[in-house]
Protein backbone atom coordinates (compact mmCIF):
# COMPACT_ATOMS: atom_id res chain seq x y z
CA UNK A 1 0.00 0.00 0.00
CA UNK A 2 2.44 2.68 1.01
CA UNK A 3 5.77 2.75 2.13
CA UNK A 4 6.91 4.71 5.47
CA UNK A 5 10.59 5.70 6.09
CA UNK A 6 11.65 7.41 9.82
CA UNK A 7 14.56 9.26 10.60
CA UNK A 8 16.33 11.86 13.14
CA UNK A 9 16.67 9.71 16.04
CA UNK A 10 19.18 10.71 18.26
CA UNK A 11 20.58 10.87 21.62
CA UNK A 12 19.41 14.15 23.54
CA UNK A 13 20.05 14.65 27.54
CA UNK A 14 16.70 15.02 29.07
CA UNK A 15 15.03 18.34 28.98
CA UNK A 16 16.11 18.51 25.44
CA UNK A 17 14.02 18.03 22.08
CA UNK A 18 14.08 15.91 18.42
CA UNK A 19 12.10 15.58 15.38
CA UNK A 20 11.43 12.89 14.02
CA UNK A 21 10.49 12.63 10.35
CA UNK A 22 8.97 9.75 8.08
CA UNK A 23 8.58 9.78 4.40
CA UNK A 24 5.63 8.74 3.21
CA UNK A 25 4.95 6.89 -0.49
CA UNK A 26 2.38 5.39 -2.48
CA UNK A 27 -1.24 6.21 -3.01
CA UNK A 28 -2.96 8.01 -0.21
CA UNK A 29 -6.67 9.00 0.35
CA UNK A 30 -8.50 10.50 3.06
CA UNK A 31 -9.23 6.93 4.34
CA UNK A 32 -5.87 6.79 6.38
CA UNK A 33 -4.48 7.52 9.43
CA UNK A 34 -0.90 7.98 10.45
CA UNK A 35 0.53 7.37 13.61
CA UNK A 36 3.62 7.30 15.61
CA UNK A 37 4.69 4.50 17.88
CA UNK A 38 7.39 3.44 20.61
CA UNK A 39 8.64 -0.04 22.17
CA UNK A 40 11.48 -0.08 24.92
CA UNK A 41 13.08 -3.54 25.14
CA UNK A 42 11.35 -5.65 26.80
CA UNK A 43 8.36 -3.87 26.92
CA UNK A 44 4.65 -4.15 24.36
CA UNK A 45 4.86 -1.60 21.63
CA UNK A 46 2.52 1.79 22.42
CA UNK A 47 0.90 4.38 20.50
CA UNK A 48 2.06 7.55 21.23
CA UNK A 49 0.21 10.18 18.55
CA UNK A 50 -1.30 9.54 15.86
CA UNK A 51 -3.54 11.85 13.24
CA UNK A 52 -7.00 11.52 10.60
CA UNK A 53 -5.99 12.76 7.47
CA UNK A 54 -9.56 13.20 6.18
CA UNK A 55 -10.16 15.93 9.20
CA UNK A 56 -6.89 16.54 10.60
CA UNK A 57 -7.67 14.96 13.83
CA UNK A 58 -5.07 14.20 16.43
CA UNK A 59 -4.89 12.09 19.32
CA UNK A 60 -2.29 11.88 21.85
CA UNK A 61 -0.91 8.89 24.97
CA UNK A 62 -1.59 10.54 28.22
CA UNK A 63 2.29 9.90 28.55
CA UNK A 64 2.83 12.63 25.64
CA UNK A 65 0.39 14.88 25.58
CA UNK A 66 1.25 18.60 25.65
CA UNK A 67 4.85 17.43 24.93
CA UNK A 68 5.09 15.95 21.60
CA UNK A 69 3.41 17.52 18.00
CA UNK A 70 2.43 15.25 15.33
CA UNK A 71 1.94 16.90 12.17
CA UNK A 72 1.51 15.86 8.71
CA UNK A 73 2.39 18.43 5.09
CA UNK A 74 -0.40 19.22 2.79
CA UNK A 75 0.94 17.13 0.01
CA UNK A 76 1.00 13.71 2.74
CA UNK A 77 4.16 12.70 1.92
CA UNK A 78 6.06 13.65 5.27
CA UNK A 79 4.84 12.67 8.85
CA UNK A 80 6.28 14.14 11.58
CA UNK A 81 6.36 14.38 15.34
CA UNK A 82 7.89 16.83 17.54
CA UNK A 83 8.93 16.18 20.63
CA UNK A 84 9.96 18.47 23.20
CA UNK A 85 10.66 18.01 27.29
CA UNK A 86 11.82 14.77 26.71
CA UNK A 87 12.43 12.57 29.38
CA UNK A 88 14.97 9.12 30.17
CA UNK A 89 11.29 7.39 30.19
CA UNK A 90 10.54 8.50 26.23
CA UNK A 91 14.10 6.25 25.10
CA UNK A 92 12.51 4.10 22.71
CA UNK A 93 12.69 2.91 18.99
CA UNK A 94 10.31 4.94 17.37
CA UNK A 95 8.00 3.80 14.59
CA UNK A 96 5.84 5.55 11.96
CA UNK A 97 2.37 3.68 11.08
CA UNK A 98 -0.31 3.94 8.32
CA UNK A 99 -3.38 2.50 8.07
CA UNK A 100 -6.50 2.61 6.66
CA UNK A 101 -10.43 3.09 8.39
CA UNK A 102 -8.66 3.10 11.57
CA UNK A 103 -11.47 2.73 14.42
CA UNK A 104 -8.26 3.18 17.22
CA UNK A 105 -6.10 5.45 16.65
CA UNK A 106 -3.53 4.72 19.24
CA UNK A 107 -3.91 0.96 18.11
CA UNK A 108 -0.93 -1.06 17.05
CA UNK A 109 -3.44 -3.74 15.32
CA UNK A 110 -4.87 -1.52 13.78
CA UNK A 111 -2.15 -0.05 11.23
CA UNK A 112 -0.80 -2.51 8.34
CA UNK A 113 1.99 -0.42 7.19
CA UNK A 114 5.42 0.43 8.95
CA UNK A 115 8.71 2.06 9.18
CA UNK A 116 11.93 0.53 10.04
CA UNK A 117 12.35 2.56 13.16
CA UNK A 118 14.53 4.90 14.14
CA UNK A 119 16.06 5.34 17.98
CA UNK A 120 15.93 7.59 20.57
CA UNK A 121 17.64 7.42 23.75
CA UNK A 122 17.04 10.47 26.33
CA UNK A 123 19.56 10.32 29.60
CA UNK A 124 19.40 12.10 32.36
Known amino acids: EVQLVESGGDSVQAGGSLKLSCTVS????????FGWFRQAPGREREGVTSTYTRDGSKYYADSVKGRFTISLNNAKTTLYLQMNSLKPEDTAMYYC?????????????????WGQGTQVTVSS
Open 97 to 113: AAGRWVASHLQTIEYNN
Open 26 to 33: GAIDASYS
